[in-house]
């Protein structure tokens, strides 16, 4: 079983439309998570950290169960500007030495 | 402005020429990583360093070698490259919340 597993996708929804990813991770103490963004050819960047009660930032919710081992991701109200891949990334050490990256989904938000 | 610098950002090279991609950030991390992004695979980690002159293996390490002279720069180095190195490599450097700063990328082809 891979240390982080997400849907590759692609996930395909209109403009508007609500979508949910999830992320599984193996390692029962990983210790912190998060969610990037990353567009066509460029560089990851930080979407939301993921705390164990659950955070949100504008139309984006990031949930973490830690009994299931999985985060995910939740997208109000799609923007065309949301089409990117999503990485979910889960820290297994208390360090951050060693992140571990999942193979990321990809969405497009269709007009 | 916060940054990771690499260089270069595109290299077309043949089996056997050593190489170095440079990495510089300019935060005052102690933790930088690289990274190797292929299809399907998803980010994976070369090497990381902790801290100048700490450094050590990530998941796939294999045929590069890093050096941690000084704390802004981390470059990676391929002694004798191979045509199963073609990849996107990224450089990154952590800040005290987890957070990966992400260099633009290097786009690498061994023919």
């Known amino acids: 079983r891979k240390e982080v597993e997400q849907d590759p996708g692609p996930f395909n929804v209109p403009e508007g439309a609500t979508v949910a990813f999830n992320c599984t991770y193996s390692?029962?103490?990983?210790?912190?998570f998060f969610w990037y963004r990353q567009d066509c050819r460029k560089e990851p960047k930080l979407l939301m950290s993921?705390?164990?009660s659950g955070n949100e930032d504008g139309r984006f919710t990031a949930q973490l169960n830690r009994a299931s081992q999985y985060i995910s991701l939740l997208i109000r109200d799609s923007k065309l500007s949301d089409s990117a891949t999503y990485l979910c990334?889960?820290?297994?050490?208390?360090?951050?030495?060693?992140?571990?990256f999942g193979p990321g989904t990809s969405l497009s938000v269709i007009p | 402005e916060a940054q990771v610098t690499q260089n270069p950002r595109y290299l077309i090279t043949v089996t056997g020429k050593k190489l170095t991609v440079t990495c510089s950030q300019n935060?005052?991390?102690?933790?930088m990583s690289w990274y190797r992004q292929d299809p399907g695979l998803g980010l994976r980690q070369i090497y990381y360093?902790?801290?100048?002159?700490?450094?050590d293996k990530g998941d796939v390490p294999e045929g590069y070698k890093v050096s941690r002279k000084e704390k802004r720069n981390f470059p990676l180095i391929l002694e004798s490259p191979s045509p199963n190195q073609t990849s996107l490599y990224f450089c990154?450097?952590?800040?005290?919340?987890?957070?990966?700063?992400f260099g633009e990328g290097s786009r690498l082809t061994v023919l």
């Open positions: 990334a889960v820290n297994m050490e208390t360090s951050y030495d060693k992140v571990i």
């Open positions: 390692n029962s103490a990983s210790q912190s």
């Open positions: 993921v705390y164990s």
């Open positions: 935060m005052n991390h102690e933790y």
């Open positions: 360093s902790m801290n100048v002159e700490v450094t």
């Open positions: 990154a450097s952590v800040d005290l919340g987890g957070e990966l700063f």
